[in-house]
C-alpha cells in the first residue's frame, strides 16, 4: 500500500486503480452494495495465498481495437501496467487494426509467437469466435474482455462488464429519486452510445425494463456515438424535444461531457442526470455536485487488469486464492455500481 | 454534357435561384410537417424560437465545413478528409501546451492546423498529382491517426472559460455560433461570386485546360482550395471544442460526408464547375432540420440516416433528370 500511495504519478495510479480493481473482483465480486475499501486492494496486493508471489514465466498475448475513445485506452493501459507489475509475466501487444478482420489477422501472428495466455477485447464477439476456438484448439487458453464469445469451448474464462446491470443500476437510482422527490409520472430522457453495439441495445434493455416495473418508461432517446460531439448534438435535440424533464440517462461518460455542454449551453437544471462507465471526469463532476450529473454507473476498464492477472494465473496453472477452486472460473461478471456523492471518494481512484 | 459549358455565369445563377427556392420550399414543408406532428411544442413561441436557434446551432459547425468544401467540389475536387482535420485541429487546440497560450493561442492553432493540413492536400494533388479522392482519403486516416497519438486517445477537456463560452454566449438572443456560421457563409459567398478567385474557381473546376490556356495558374489555384477548405475545418475545430467544451479524435466523425452530401444537395455539381453558398447552406440547414424532426418525435437515429440517404438520392435524380432535359435541349437545337 505504501509503495502506491508514495507516488502519485500516472502510471502508480493506474496500478492503484488496477490493484483496487484485481482486489475488488477477488473480494467483492458477489456484492453489488460494498464500496471498496483499503483492504480490498490489500488482498489483491500481498496476502490470498501468495498468488502474487513470482512463479512459472508466462508470456501474455494482448489485442484490444486501437479505438479513440477513452474507455478502450484505458483498457490497454490498465493491461499494460498490470502486466508490469508482475516480474513473471512478459506482455506482448499486437494492435488489432481497424476492424474485425484486422484483428483476426493480427492475433494469427501472435498465435505463432506461441504465448502461454491471449487476452483480447474483440471488435465484436461474435466475429471472432472462430478465432477463439483456433487457439483453444491450438493449447493456448484465451480470456476474452468485454464482448463474449457465443462459442463456450472458444474461451478459457470471460470477463465482462455488466451492460444489462447497467442500465437497471441507472434505472434504480432514477427511481428512489423521483420516489424522493414525489414525482408520480416522471419525463425520462436516454441518450445511448453506438446503437449498432449490442451492448447499446443490452444496456438500454436493462434501463427500460427496470423502469417499467416501477411503472416509469423513457420519454425519448437519442443515440450518440460514445464521441463528446455526438454526446453534445443529440442532447441538444432530446432537450428541444423534452422542454421539462425529470431524468436523463447517459450511457457513456466520455460522451457525457458533451452532454453536459448542451445542458449548460440550453441553460437547463431542472432535472437529475445519471451517466455511465465511470471516468475521472464523471467522479469529479459529481463529487463538486455542481451540474444536474448527480451519478454514474460503473463499467470500468480496470477489468483489463483483472483480465490479465486472472490470464496470469491460469498461465502458472493457479486458482483464485479467495475462492474454493482450484482453478480460475469460466467467467466472472463484473457488478455495475452505482457512484453518488457520497460513496464518490472510494471510487475516484478507479476513474479512467 | 457538351451543353452545360455554354452557360454564361449569369445564368448559372438564375438557375440555382429557382434551385434554391425549391430547396427553401422543402424547409418549410419540414416545418410545417413539424408543426403538425407536435402541435403542443409548436404552439408555444417561446420554444418556436429556441428551437430554431437549436437548429441553427446543430447547423453551424457542419455549415461552416460545406463552405470550404463548396469550394472544392467547384474547383473540381473532393475533401473526404475534412472531419480529420476538424478532429486534429481540436485536438490540437486542446492539448495542455496550447491551452496555455490562452484563447487567442488556442485559436490561432486550430487555424495553423486547419490551413496547413489543406495545404498538404493541396500540394499532394497539384504538384504531386494525386488523385483529390486518393490524397484526401490517405489524409482522412493520417490525421486522424496524429489526433488520437497527440490527445493519447483521450478526450480533453478545454478549461478556457472563453472557448467554452463562444458556444453558449449570444448576441441579441443568438448564439455566437449562428453569427459565425453567417459570417463565413457571407465570406464565401462573396469570395465566390465577387472576386477572380471565385470566377477562376468555377472555371477551373469547369474545363481544367481551358482555364491553364486563359492564363489561370490551375495548380496553385486547386492548392488554395483546399487551404481554405482546411482553414474553414480550423474554424470548425473551434466551434466544436467550444461547443462540447473539449476535443477528441473522433470528433467530426463523418462530417466529410455531411458536407459532401449538403453541397450536392444544394446543387454544386460533383465533377465541378457549378455550385453555390446559398444551396449549400440550406443543405445543411435541412439536414439539421430533418435531425431535429426526428429528435422531436422520439424517432430512432436509423431511421433519420434512411431518410438523409434517400434525400440524397432524390436530389442527384433531380439534378440528373435536368441535365438529361438540358442535353435533349441542345441536342436538338
Known sequence: MSKINSDLSRRRLLFGGAAVGAGALLTACTSNEAAPTPAQTKAADTTGGGNAAPGTKVTIGFSAPAADHGWIAAITNNAKAQAATFSDVEFKSVEAGADAAAQRAALSTLIGQKPTVIVLLPHDGKELNSFGLEAMAAGIPVVNLDRAFPDARAYRTQIMGDNYGMGVAAADYIITQMKVKGVASPIIGEIAGMDELELTQTRSKGFSDTLAAAGFKVANRRAARFTVDSGQQEASQLLQALPRMDAVWNHDDDQGVGVLAAVNQAGRKEFIMVGGAGSKQAIETIQADNTVLKATVTYSPSMASSAISLARLIGQKKGMADLVELQVPKEIVLASETITKENASSYIQLGF | ?333
Open chain 2, 1 to 333: 454534357m457538351p451543353g452545360g459549358r455554354k452557360r454564361s455565369w449569369a445564368g448559372e445563377s438564375g438557375e440555382s435561384v429557382t434551385r434554391n427556392l425549391v430547396l427553401v420550399g422543402v424547409l418549410i414543408a419540414l416545418i410545417v410537417i413539424g408543426a403538425i406532428t407536435q402541435p403542443e411544442l409548436y404552439g408555444n413561441s417561446t420554444w418556436v424560437w429556441t428551437n430554431i436557434l437549436s437548429i441553427l446551432q446543430l447547423a453551424s459547425v457542419v455549415g461552416v465545413v460545406t463552405v470550404g468544401m463548396t469550394f472544392v467540389i467547384i474547383g473540381g475536387g473532393i475533401d473526404l478528409s475534412v472531419g480529420a482535420i476538424v478532429a486534429l485541429a481540436g485536438v490540437w487546440c486542446t492539448t495542455l501546451a496550447t491551452q496555455s497560450y490562452g484563447a487567442a493561442g488556442m485559436i490561432f492553432t486550430a487555424i495553423v492546423v486547419g490551413v496547413a493540413v489543406g495545404l498538404i492536400n493541396g500540394v499532394l494533388i497539384s504538384y504531386g498529382r494525386l488523385v483529390p479522392f486518393i490524397a484526401t482519403l490517405a489524409m482522412l486516416v493520417s490525421a486522424r491517426g496524429l489526433a488520437a497519438a497527440i490527445s493519447g486517445k483521450q478526450t480533453q477537456i478545454s478549461s478556457n472559460t472563453f472557448i467554452n463560452s463562444i458556444a453558449s454566449s449570444k448576441l441579441f438572443g443568438v448564439p455566437w455560433l449562428v453569427y459565425i456560421l453567417a459570417a463565413v457563409a457571407v465570406a464565401g459567398w462573396i469570395l465566390l461570386n465577387r472576386t477572380t478567385f471565385g470566377r477562376r474557381t468555377v472555371a477551373v473546376g469547369g474545363n481544367p485546360e481551358a482555364a491553364r490556356l486563359a492564363g489561370i495558374n490551375v495548380k496553385r489555384h486547386t492548392m488554395l482550395l483546399y487551404g481554405l477548405s482546411g482553414l474553414c475545418c480550423g474554424i470548425a475545430a473551434i466551434m466544436l471544442t467550444s461547443q462540447a467544451t473539449s476535443a477528441q479524435a473522433a470528433m467530426g466523425n463523418l462530417y466529410e460526408l455531411d458536407a459532401i452530401a449538403a453541397a450536392i444537395i444544394g446543387g454544386t455539381l460533383l465533377s465541378g464547375g457549378r455550385g453555390t453558398i446559398v444551396g449549400s447552406i440550406l443543405g445543411v440547414l435541412i439536414f439539421a432540420t430533418i435531425t431535429n424532426l426526428f429528435a422531436i418525435n422520439g424517432l430512432s437515429t436509423e431511421a433519420q440516416n434512411m431518410v438523409k440517404g434517400g434525400i440524397i438520392v432524390a436530389a442527384v435524380l433531380v439534378q440528373q433528370f435536368r441535365f438529361k432535359s438540358l442535353t435533349r435541349f441542345f441536342a436538338r437545337n
